[in-house]
């Protein structure tokens, strides 16, 4: 799609392209982060007894928790790649940023992780 701002681009808007930009990245943040693989492993493992016996409300609290400490990574990931791109020495000010970038990644895998808690306790009450 065409940067209006920056004038880089191409015109029109192409859904298909954008999807498989999606997944280009989602794979390439499942392959070489070893954080995002396991995650999504066991948000799976919860997932498919919930599903299994039609817990909607509890699926869909899983998905959120799942895709919001998802994407707080790969912006984390993409935060320190960009900081270590530009900067290659050691840098207060990038160290700073990093940091930052990672507690709030930290904050939502807290969520994320007392979300899976409850839900694979009541799973567990299921069996």
Do not use: Q
């Not at 701002?5 to 794979?27: A, D, M, Q, V, W």
């Not at 700073?96 to 009450?125: H, M, N, P, Q, Y």
């Amino acid at each position: 799609m065409k940067n209006k701002f920056l004038n880089t681009g191409e015109y029109g808007y192409h859904p298909l392209r954008k999807f498989k930009i999606i997944l280009s990245g989602l794979r390439y943040a499942v392959i070489y982060d070893f954080s995002v693989m396991y995650k999504i492993i066991i948000s799976i493992l919860i997932f498919i007894p919930v599903v299994i016996f039609k817990e909607w409300l509890d699926a869909s609290l899983i998905i959120l928790a799942t895709g919001v400490m998802l994407a707080a990574e790969m912006f984390n990931s993409a935060i320190e790649a960009i900081c270590d791109f530009m900067e290659t020495r050691h840098n207060e000010k990038i160290k700073i940023i990093k940091d930052i970038a990672a507690s709030a990644t930290g904050v939502t895998i807290f969520v994320w992780i007392v979300v899976i808690c409850i839900e694979a306790i009541e799973v567990g009450k299921i069996f």
